[in-house]
């Protein structure tokens, strides 16, 4: 490993991570302030610029861009708002801060969003783009579920004006009409199917690998327990996790309600980035400069175009090119924080980077999102701020921050240290190149025959409805499928049976949707056919 240049040799475009702040309300708590999305994020932006130790008014005025996070309700275009919203969240925030910046950006939907913007501006500012950049994201999810059909509802819309470089939705590969039509709405259901092939590819019950489950977000809760931002700080035990009950709620086979994301919050954190240059003008202290060592964003193919659906090889690729940027293996991370709205991408990393599960050093820095909270798109800009707190408490510790978006499709990476680091770019084109060039399984858009699970689950309504889905293999020629299941043969196969996957089942095609039995209902059903005619 090269030795780091010392803080007076680095390049004056050199980018830092200067400040951050969090901020956090629940409903019913002294001081509930009953904060829009807006308002939480100028108060985390305010907290970054303070965070930084120099005026923050001069610090404030000195920002040239703001790139905001989207919320949920401007993450679809059918998204209700019904205290209404701001028309230009970058700016509403700036605005409220004292800045009056020239370029104010909206990304993309997906929890990957502030881990890459901070790849993005980082490198920004090296390129001599910007000098200081201040990076926010807000959600007031509880506050606005409860007030929306209040009487006197508080109104949080806005109309701020100014220019807005809005990057769209980005929900392609998301989801389809194909996979919506088959119960594929939401994203417990795409990740209970990631979920059921890693424990068929492990080869373990469904009791050995709930209790993997419990086990691995059990230390979670006991970091939330001891963060004061936590939406859930409640210490909770591995078989509480993953054992159904009244208020631990079947959600999708193999999720119980305690171990999904908790989307039901009122959170906000902020990054503020400059140029070493800048923050010396500025009077920031070298001692709050905490650098980006290394980088990463990349994407993984499509859930049904993934050659294997218990893994995502491109978020794991991600992670590891991060840490080779910063000359940094497993070991020498201090702190450690992977995205954690369900189990699977929290494992799904420790497969691909030989961590285990229990590493003493813990998997998350906040509690994780069912325990801390999920914050829409913004919960990784959270883990982005402990992190800082913790690199310059430990100076010249490694901390690695995995972010991921989409149904484990898009994933960005981030090292952090105190230790002075000069810039480096990254080589996710080449890397990004090689993924879309692996080969994908064919697919039956329209199937019919014998076939074999691959992987499925069971959803399960609040109203006890239950709703069977399958990915299966067409056994005539291996192309891959996607079936719903409706009968009590099949429902009951998905929902009782040690190992569906890898079971013999028959599908058909009616209209748009492919139906889903075992192979001795159809063998009824082509009996009773016969008998008819």
């Known amino acids: 490993m090269n030795k780091p240049p010392a803080p007076g040799g680095l390049d004056p475009r050199t980018p830092v991570l200067a400040g951050v702040g969090q901020v956090s309300e629940r409903l019913g708590d002294p001081g509930y302030r009953c904060r829009s999305p807006v308002g939480l994020a100028a108060d985390a932006a305010a907290a970054a610029l303070a965070d930084c130790g120099a005026d923050p008014a001069a610090v404030a005025a000195a920002v040239d861009t703001v790139a905001g996070v989207r919320q949920f309700e401007i993450s679809h275009p059918a998204a ?38 901070v790849n993005e501006f980082a490198a920004t500012i090296a390129a001599g783009g910007s000098e200081v950049t201040l ?30 470089e809005d990057r769209g939705y980005g929900l392609d590969g998301m989801f389809s009409r194909h996979q919506a039509a088959h119960g594929l709405t939401g994203a417990p259901g795409q990740y209970a199917l990631i979920e059921n092939a890693r424990r068929a590819r492990l080869r373990l019950t469904r009791g050995e690998y709930a209790a993997a489950m419990g086990a691995l ?95 995502s090889p491109a978020a794991v690729m991600a992670a590891r090119h991060a840490l080779e940027m910063a000359g940094a293996g497993v070991a020498d991370l201090a702190t450690i924080d992977l995205y954690s709205c369900f189990p699977a991408p929290v494992f799904n990393i420790c497969d691909g980077l030989g961590m285990a599960p ?19 798109n913004n919960y990784s800009m959270h883990a982005i701020a402990e992190t800082v707190h913790r690199a310059r408490a430990n100076p010249g510790g490694y901390g690695l921050v995995g972010a991921n978006g989409g149904i484990m499709g898009k994933y960005s990476a981030g090292v952090y240290s105190t230790a002075p680091a000069a810039w480096s770019p990254d080589d996710d084109a080449g890397l990004q190149a090689e993924i879309d060039g692996w080969p994908a399984p064919a697919g039956a858009r329209c199937a019919g025959g014998p076939a074999v699970i691959e992987t499925y689950t069971v959803k399960h309504g609040r109203d006890g409805a239950r709703t069977g889905i399958v990915v299966g293999r067409l056994e005539a020629d291996g192309r891959r499928f996607l079936a719903r299941a409706r009968d009590g043969d099949m429902l009951g ?31 009824r059903a082509a009996s009773a056919a016969r008998d008819r005619s």
Not at 145 to 150: N, V
Not at 358 to 376: E, K, S, Y
Not at 498 to 513: F, S
């Open 217 to 311: 977000f059990a230390p979670f809760t006991r970091v939330a327990a001891g963060n004061p931002h936590a939406a859930a700080p409640v210490v909770r035990g591995a078989a509480e996790l993953v054992t159904p009950s009244e208020a631990n709620r079947p959600v999708a086979d193999p999720y119980t309600r305690y171990i999904v994301a908790r989307e039901k919050v009122n959170q906000a954190a902020a990054v503020l980035l400059t140029s070493v240059a800048a923050a010396r003008r500025l009077g920031i202290p070298a001692d709050r400069w905490v650098f980006l060592h290394g980088h990463a964003d990349l994407r993984e193919r499509d859930l049904m175009e993934r050659a294997d659906l218990s893994s």
């Open 80 to 117: 209700p708002a019904p205290l209404g919203r701001s028309d230009n969240y970058p700016r509403s925030v700036a605005a409220r801060i004292g800045s009056a910046p020239a370029r104010a950006v909206l990304e993309v939907v997906g929890g990957q969003a502030p881990q890459h913007l």
């Open 135 to 164: 990076l926010f994201g807000s959600e007031a999810i509880s506050t606005i579920e409860h007030y929306a059909g209040a009487a006197g509802r508080p109104d949080f819309t806005e109309h701020a004006g100014g220019t807005l």
């Open 358 to 376: 229990d590493d003493p050093r813990g998997l998350t820095v906040t509690g994780g999102l069912p325990f801390f909270g999920g914050p829409g």
């Open 493 to 523: 196969l998905l929902s009782t049976a040690e190992q569906p996957a890898g079971e013999r089942v028959y599908v058909r095609c009616a209209g748009d949707l492919n139906w889903v039995t075992t192979t001795a209902r159809a063998n």
